[in-house]
């Protein structure tokens, strides 16, 4: 036998109003060699907490919502057994609960997130053969920082479109993860041409406002300080003009419309030197593959019209690139300076 001290809130002293909110403390003898294995043993009162449980209601048939309060009531020594020998009722319906959501989890969804995370890191995978080369080649001439300037400014609009017309969170995120891919190339780029020019080397940095050679500085701060200018004004003008249908459906067209023609430039090269040497074709490839799931997807998840527009656009010049592929595959590489740049 062993004596516990129970609240009980349904006694009240006699002393008037001073002692209205004192529960009196009672002794309760409980038999612990006794206690039940079963629920069955009494019924369950439940006064703190509201529930459609009576006293006539069997254990067996609580929810995990009930557990809170099946724990922290005891008002009596049938209902204190009942509580310590539902131990183990109370594992199984947690155990149960947690299989339930796990059965939740259907193809359909893992279909959805697994194109949801295609979404967020598939714009940045053609940017890693890339970035590899260079690192490896300690050469940076093939490649433009120019689009990185694009996909920045592109991607920042984007990020900005968000607040004024929501989309898809895994878009929102796509274009945060391609802002740091293009800061971590540019930074790539510019250690490589400082290395590469070092006999030879002259600062040009932002601060100078030499527009002559934007966009090629020679510090790496430079770039991070335009694009915060860039991202404040920006941002500013979005707050000031948030209210207005206009704005906003034409930042979300000029931010989309920017991105779908970053290869108009390496078209252009193309059609004016009738070859595509020096063109990573399994960059194209991977272009047209990114190009082709993202607007589907785009159509699917039902995104705002400038995705999917935009997205087709961007299809169609990947195909005309590759048609250049095909067209020009018996020309040689006649006066092409500095194959593969699209400056």
């Known amino acids: 036998m062993k004596t516990v001290p129970v609240p009980n809130n349904n006694c009240r002293g006699t002393s008037g109003l001073s002692n209205r909110n004192r529960p009196e403390v009672i002794e309760v003898q409980v038999e612990l060699v006794d206690v039940p294995l079963t629920p069955s043993d009494g019924p369950m009162r439940n006064h703190a907490y509201t529930s459609s449980k009576t006293e006539n209601d069997d254990l067996d048939s609580i929810t995990v919502a009930e557990i809170p309060a099946v724990a922290a009531v005891a008002t009596s020594p049938s209902t204190w057994q009942a509580v310590v020998s539902t131990r183990e009722h109370l594992v199984e319906v947690v155990m149960d609960y947690i299989i339930k959501e796990i059965q939740e989890v259907t193809f359909t969804k ?17 940017f890693i053969p890339q970035y590899r080369e260079i690192k490896k080649k300690q050469d940076a001439e093939g490649f433009s920082l120019y689009v990185c300037l694009v996909l920045i400014f592109a991607n920042t609009l984007r990020i900005l479109f ?11 995120i796509q274009s945060f993860i391609m802002n740091i891919a293009m800061l971590l190339m540019i930074h790539l780029c510019v250690s490589v041409k400082r290395k590469m020019h070092l006999a030879h080397f002259q600062e040009h940095t932002f601060t100078d406002f030499d527009w002559k050679y934007f966009w090629a500085w020679t510090d790496f701060q430079s770039y ?4 915060i200018v860039m991202v404040v004004f920006c941002s500013l003008l979005t707050f000031l003009l948030i209210k207005s249908t206009i704005f906003v459906e034409t930042l979300g067209l000029v931010a989309l419309l920017s991105e779908a023609m970053l290869a108009v430039p390496q078209l252009v090269k193309n059609f004016q030197y009738k070859s595509t040497e020096g063109m990573s074709v399994l960059m194209v490839l991977m272009w047209m593959v990114g190009d082709v799931f993202k607007t589907t997807y785009f159509v699917l998840r039902e995104a705002p019209a400038q995705f999917w527009i935009c997205g087709g656009l961007q299809v169609f010049i990947d195909i005309l690139i590759l048609y250049q592929v095909y067209l020009y595959r018996d020309s040689l590489d006649i006066n092409l300076p500095h194959a593969g740049r699209i400056d």
Do not use: A, N, Q
């Open 162 to 172: 968000w607040f004024g017309k929501r989309y898809e969170l895994p878009l929102l």
């Open 224 to 227: 991070v300080d335009f694009i």
């Open 110 to 126: 893992l279909v959805k997130w697994t194109c949801s995370t295609l979404m967020i890191f598939g714009g940045v995978v053609p």
